[in-house]
């Protein structure tokens, strides 16, 4: 499961095992109105592409019939797009409610504040190394559609053709902020050619292609005084004596040291 970005996550640092359950918690509570966002976008896709159909089957001067059992299909996705539509917004309400209840009872535990106090990394930097490696199998998404500008209307065809741009990058996952800077760019660069050239329509080619990769710490080397100064910060009932050399390798060979229980210090050795 992956969990919301944190401002308190940070590649080498300690982290709180409590913060991660806090979040693991909102990620599970976003997911019913994320899975609800999916199908509307889908099912709004879906009504684009089938509207582009209709437009073709019109220039074709398809049979009459035809066009009225595609307006009843239309009619019947659109019902289907309002019921996704209502659902992914209860989806939505419940969910921030959730996650304003978790938020609430982090806070009331100073688990979930932005402003945290932790002891320094017990990792040493100079000797431990970050490296990149791949996380899964790359892979690639394609749409191609085309769309035949009626008359002269510049506009109305750069607005066609930046709606199934917006529409498909929403679909496959993309950000708003990246998929109303893709449909601008689009309606601008398809308004500009339509203005400055004779055009019979526009083929939209849109690829995704992803590259997911982990980013690590290997080796991962340890301070040793680092490491019993942060064990200290963190287990100040539990501390380790490091005024004395044979005191520490006293305290370190404890069997109750090496076993450790319940208490450890955790890293964030990796992050994708």
């Known amino acids: 499961m992956s969990i919301p970005a944190d401002p308190s996550l940070v590649l080498g640092m300690l982290i709180d095992l409590d913060k991660i359950k806090i979040l693991q918690e909102i990620s599970s509570a976003q997911q019913p109105a994320i899975m609800a966002q999916d199908g509307l976008n889908a099912l709004t896709l879906s009504m684009y592409k089938l509207e582009a159909v209709e437009r073709q089957l019109i220039n074709m001067s398809a049979p009459m019939t035809t066009l009225l059992e595609m307006g009843v299909f239309k009619q019947e996705m659109k019902a289907s797009i309002a019921m996704a539509a209502m659902t992914y917004a209860k989806a939505v309400i419940e969910s921030e409610k959730q996650i304003q209840a978790i938020k609430t009872q982090a806070v009331g535990k100073k ?21 990149n490696f791949p996380f899964a199998y790359d892979s690639i998404k394609m749409d191609v559609q085309y769309f035949r500008q009626e008359g002269y209307d510049s506009s109305s065809h750069a607005d066609t053709v930046s709606s199934f741009v917006q529409n498909s990058l929403s679909d496959w996952g993309g950000s708003n902020e990246q998929v109303s800077e893709q449909g601008n ?35 991962c080397v340890l301070d040793p005084d680092k490491a019993v100064k942060a064990w200290n910060f963190h287990n100040s009932k539990n501390s380790i004596d490091s005024s004395n050399s044979d005191l520490l390798f006293a305290e370190v060979k404890k069997k109750d040291r090496r076993t450790g229980g319940n208490k450890a210090l955790h890293i964030l050795s990796g992050c994708t």
């Open 111 to 131: 688990k979930g504040g932005q402003i945290s106090m932790a002891a320094e990394s017990p990792i040493d930097f100079t000797l431990s190394k970050v490296s």
């Open 185 to 219: 760019t689009a309606h601008k660069a398809t308004q500009r050619q339509s203005e400055n050239h004779k055009l019979e329509g526009t083929i939209v080619i849109i690829a995704s292609c992803t590259h997911k990769n982990a980013t690590i710490i290997d080796p």
